[in-house]
């Protein structure tokens, strides 16, 4: 229902947080053109990790949510995370604050928003108090998730059973993957860090680099260029379609693809994956079908907390396929705890050359070396005389 009665100073002279807002019920389309300082207006019921990060990276000056941002189905991380970045959230505000109009400067205060002296919305302002109580109450109710969960794999494993057991549906790809590493990114947890962290890996093994929508960019980003591109095609930029990546369009099971009108106004090739799972559920099986030797993943789901927080029945494909997929799929955090830089022959004579040359260079700064490198080479111009007179016949 909208507040209008109340009314507050205007807002040079009013206290609270202010800024333009930005509207856009779909969190993930709004981080693109949010900027520091802009009040974030989003529809987002469970706010998840990712989101939350996303959301943080921007620097809000605050964000308000519609919906309730802990339902209580299970305990998501998004709300901690915002939160704790210092950044007020203004719960539960109802569809009124969508009314929003896009750039107008808003104030939020003590958990009301207003445009003008216009009370547009009262919400509750979350603290780490209220979200630790929302938890706790979220983890009462972790049973029934886990059963929607278990309900939602088992359907999935019956209506794609001949994809995931047999590979029916995989498209040709022009891509050489069989018997080569493969790299798979996707704009998820830590995928900088980890990135960063496999940078001795991927200039040493040189894998099939796959970048799911916008995990595309965060190769470029981060200095390379993705080998293909896999996904709807919802969030990653024309940079990266048009980067010389092959495309892989992610499909409904249906048919159809909302993703290849935008490549082919791009003018791009692209071949289309229809799949009922998520992009990165395609990338990986697509990589397994096509011979890969190792599968790493980064920035990926890999605990049933992740897929829980991701909020939606579709994480039960990822669970399934990594099943799978198998002993092939490697966490990027685990491979940076278990890779150690291979030294070449030739770092290794290098190293050898510099360690002699450090002795040599020792012994000729004291008078014992010095006359030790003085005997040494007299027994070497011997025998060189030695083998000299040998090979020209003249040797004793």
Not at 4 to 32: E, F
Not at 206 to 232: C, K, M, S, T
Not at 241 to 255: F, K, M, T
Not at 326 to 355: C, E, M, P, T
Request: hydrophobic share 45%; aromatic share 4%.
């Amino acid at each position: 229902m909208r507040l209008s009665l109340r009314k507050r100073p205007t807002l040079p002279d009013a206290p609270g947080t202010v800024g333009p807002a930005r509207v856009d019920p779909r969190t993930k389309a709004l981080t693109k053109r949010l900027r520091p300082g802009d009040v974030a207006v989003i529809d987002h019921l469970d706010i998840d990790r990712v989101s939350a990060e996303a959301l943080v990276a921007c620097q809000p000056a605050a964000v308000l949510n519609s919906a309730r941002s802990t339902s209580g189905r299970y305990p998501n991380l998004g709300p901690e995370i915002i939160v704790g970045a210092g950044i007020p959230l203004i719960d539960d505000l109802g569809p009124d604050v969508m009314t929003l109009t896009e750039g107008h400067v808003v104030r939020v205060e003590d958990g009301v928003v207003y445009d003008g002296d216009r009370l547009v919305a009262e919400g509750v302002e979350q603290t780490p108090e209220t979200i630790e109580r929302n938890l706790e109450e979220a983890r009462a109710g972790l049973s029934v998730q886990l059963e929607s969960f278990a309900a939602n794999t088992m359907d999935y494993l019956r209506r794609e059973r001949a994809l995931l057991l047999d590979g029916v549906g995989v498209p040709e790809i022009s891509t050489t993957i069989d018997g080569r590493q493969v790299l798979i990114v996707v704009r998820g947890y830590h995928y900088k860090e980890d990135l960063a962290t496999l940078r001795p890996y991927i200039k040493e093994y040189r894998p099939v680099l796959i970048g799911v929508d916008g995990g595309a960019d965060a190769i470029l980003e981060a200095g390379w260029r993705p080998d293909l591109v896999v996904g709807d095609m919802d969030s990653v930029s024309d940079r990266a379609l048009a980067c010389g990546a092959e495309i892989v369009v992610h499909a409904y099971r249906d048919g159809r693809a909302p993703g290849v009108e935008r490549v082919e106004k791009l003018g791009v090739p692209h071949v289309v994956f229809p799949a009922t799972g998520t992009s990165e559920d395609v990338a990986m099986l697509l990589a397994d079908d096509k011979g890969a030797e190792l599968i790493v993943a980064v920035g990926t789901h890999a605990t049933l907390v992740e897929f829980l927080d991701k909020g939606r029945a579709g994480m039960a494909s990822t669970f399934l396929t990594r099943l799978r997929v198998g002993s092939k799929l490697v966490d990027a955090k685990g491979v940076s705890r278990l890779y150690r830089h291979r030294i070449s022959n030739v770092q290794l004579a290098l190293l050898v050359l510099a360690g002699l040359l450090a002795l040599v260079v020792a012994l000729a700064a004291t008078a014992a070396g010095q006359t030790l490198i003085g005997l040494t080479a007299a027994r070497m111009d011997t025998v060189l005389s030695w083998l000299g007179g040998l090979f020209s016949g003249r040797a004793p």
